[in-house]
Structures are given as C-alpha cells and as structure tokens.
C-alpha cells in the first residue's frame, strides 16, 4: 500500500483524483468488461434472431466456430466498444464528483 501511494502521489487521507485518471480507470474497466462478456452477447442476440433457427446455446456455438472461426464472436465489438465507453466514463466521473461533493457537504 505504501508503495502505491508513494507511486502515484497519493497520500493516505480521502483524495480525490482527477477527471482523467478517473475517465481511464472506468474506459480500461469497461473495455476489459465488454471483452470478457461480448460473447454472450452474441449468443443472446443469434438466439432472438427469428430468421435463422437453432437448437439452443450449444448449436450456436459449433456453428460459430465452424462457420466463422473463435473470431466470430468478437464481431461488431468495435463499434459497441465506441458506443457503450463514452457514456461509461461519464457516468463514472459524475459519480465521483458527486460523491466528492457530497463528502464535502457532509462535513460542514
């Protein structure tokens, strides 16, 4: 613990970070997040698709990594990637504010 505080200047009290380490933290948490899930999500959607019909998870599956290859469930991940980063980072640094301030707040 010592060595993280000396390493990134913070001291042992409550403080606060900045806007861009907090808009790191939350991009680097939600793109490893998305990585790790985004197959599921393709699953899901090849699931509620009506035109194409399976027999369940597993179908899709073999399907996938016959037809397309273990790439083909990181398909579109780009531009969800796009989408869902921005408003996470948003979010995230107005929570922290707001947690800030309310700290703030509390102690007068």
């Known amino acids: 613990k ?8 913070i001291t042992a009290g409550d403080e606060k970070l900045g806007v861009f380490p907090y808009i790191a933290l939350s991009a680097s948490s ?13 699953i899901r959607s ?23 290859g273990w790439r083909g469930f990181y398909k579109g991940i780009v531009p969800n990637l796009i989408r869902v980063t921005p ?7 107005c929570f922290e504010n707001v947690m800030h301030y309310l700290k703030a707040y509390k102690t007068i």
């Open 2 to 9: 010592q060595w993280y505080q000396r390493r990134v200047a």
């Open 46 to 68: 090849r699931l509620q698709d009506a035109s194409c019909k399976y027999n369940g998870s597993w179908d899709i599956i073999m399907r996938t990594v016959r037809n397309e």
């Open 87 to 93: 408003a996470c980072c948003i979010t995230f640094v």
């Open 30 to 42: 939600k793109v490893l997040a998305v990585s790790l899930t985004y197959p599921y999500q393709v």
